[in-house]
């Protein structure tokens, strides 16, 4: 049981750093770009003193972002990383891909009282997005965020 735990615990970590690389590129095509080579960071200091770049965001890292998020998404489809991507569906008890785009999260809050502090305990299903309005409220529950 430990080799399996460990071996487990390592799919689980890799599958984490991909999903944050994924995560990262996502954001730099869509125009929040942190890449050291991208132009909107070579001309910062021309910015900074009101000169407008000649190059637009995005000529010199687009191609290579769209390639490595393809590879990430290529590396995130094998079958050691299946059991971490795929949820099993709240309403319909089907298969929804936590990288797609159907997927989303519906979510109960519950406030509790703990040493005089009003807390609240989150409970969260993985649904499709069209499944989303199929999911009943639990009593003593409420919808949340």
């Known amino acids: 049981m ?3 735990d460990k071996v487990m615990n390592e799919d689980l970590q890799e599958y984490s750093s991909l999903k944050k690389n994924l995560e990262e590129i996502t954001w730099a095509l869509e125009g929040r770009c942190n890449d050291i080579d991208c132009d909107k960071y070579a001309y910062r200091d021309l910015l900074k003193k009101r000169y407008k770049s000649v190059l637009k965001h ?4 687009l191609p290579s972002l769209k390639k490595e998020k393809e590879a990430v998404l290529r590396l995130l489809s094998l079958k050691k990383f299946g059991k971490f991507r795929y949820k ?3 309403a319909c008890k ?6 797609g785009k159907e997927y989303t999260i519906v979510s109960f809050l519950r ?3 703990l040493r005089k502090q009003k807390v609240y305990e989150y409970k969260g299903l993985a ?4 499944c989303k ?3 009943p409220v639990p009593t003593g529950w409420e919808r949340g965020f």
């Open 58 to 61: 995005g000529f010199s890292c």
């Open 94 to 99: 089907k298969k929804v891909d936590s990288l």
């Open 111 to 113: 406030p509790r009282k």
């Open 133 to 135: 309005k199929k999911i």
């Open 2 to 4: 430990l080799f399996f």
């Open 88 to 90: 099993i569906c709240g």
């Open 127 to 130: 649904v499709h997005r069209a």
